[in-house]
């Protein structure tokens, strides 16, 4: 479980950006962040996985108390918790799998990138989770070569095989067509489903997040103004996120 207590972030010298932030939740839950642009959804994913520094406020993980706890708190977000951004970054000329083997460089050992050798095991592992995504045909297929689709599935492949149990997605479906953007969404459901896993996605189209999201936080100057169970949004909080 996830608990932001008071949550606030000003830029040193410039503006507050996040005002008072609290909200839990819970395994298993998948949650979507809404709002007009500017309004802080990057900035709260950021704070989320401690790449950057909180103002104030109270952050525990599983009990916790990550802040307090310096570098073993970190140590615990970057091992559990994965970034999914719009445009994942992966090596072009190596195949999906290699690509889901070998991780980022903040999952992975800079010996293991560099020579890219891997387990049985790993290999295993990574294709019981390509299969998990839909990818199991394009395995072998160089990540230049694949859609935008088949490169955020090779990244939520990569985050789950390297033990994360929380995903923080900065707009993963933005620029995708409709069909790519549904099983994508589709996919991550499934995993807070199945695997217990958290998902706190950054939803451009409120309509995607009224459609998957178990709760949705909505965000308004760095406030946060809506924070309900997953359903179709009112109009008068459709106004507050304006
Ligand atoms: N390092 C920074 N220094 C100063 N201001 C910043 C910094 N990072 C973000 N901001 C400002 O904080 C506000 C929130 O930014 P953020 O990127 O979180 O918005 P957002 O809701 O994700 O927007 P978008 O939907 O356009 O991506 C914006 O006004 C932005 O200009």
Redesign the pocket.
């Known amino acids: 479980m996830i608990k932001v207590s008071h949550l606030t972030k000003k830029?040193p010298g410039?503006?507050k950006?996040l005002h008072d932030i609290s909200f839990d939740v819970q395994h298993g839950e998948f949650v979507a962040v809404v709002?007009?642009?500017?309004?802080?959804?990057?900035?709260?994913?950021?704070c989320l996985g401690l790449k950057?520094r909180w103002t104030s406020g109270e952050y525990f993980v599983q009990g916790d108390d990550v802040l307090k706890q310096g570098w073993t708190g970190r140590r615990k977000i970057r091992r559990e918790f994965a970034i999914l951004e719009e445009k994942p970054a992966l090596s072009p000329n190596k195949s999906a799998l290699k690509n889901v083997l070998i991780g980022t460089q903040s999952q992975t050992p800079l010996w293991r990138m560099v020579t890219g050798m891997v387990r049985n095991d790993d290999y295993m592992g990574a294709m019981d989770t390509i299969e998990k995504v839909g990818l199991l045909e394009k395995a072998h297929q160089k990540a230049d070569k694949l859609s935008g689709g088949e490169r955020q599935r090779v990244a939520i492949s990569r985050a789950l095989v390297h033990g994360a149990k929380v995903l923080l997605a900065?707009?993963p479906v933005s620029g995708l067509d409709p069909h790519a953007a549904e099983q994508i969404l589709t996919d991550l459901k499934a995993l807070c489903r199945k695997q217990r896993l958290i998902v706190v996605a950054?939803l451009?189209q409120s309509e995607w997040a009224e459609r998957f999201a178990d709760r949705i936080l909505g965000?308004n100057e760095?406030r946060l103004v809506v924070d309900i169970r997953g359903r179709r949004l009112t109009h008068g909080e459709k106004l507050k996120l304006e």
């Open positions: 830029i410039g503006p950006i709002g007009a642009s500017g309004s802080g959804k990057t900035m709260l994913l950021k950057e900065d707009e950054v451009h965000l760095g």
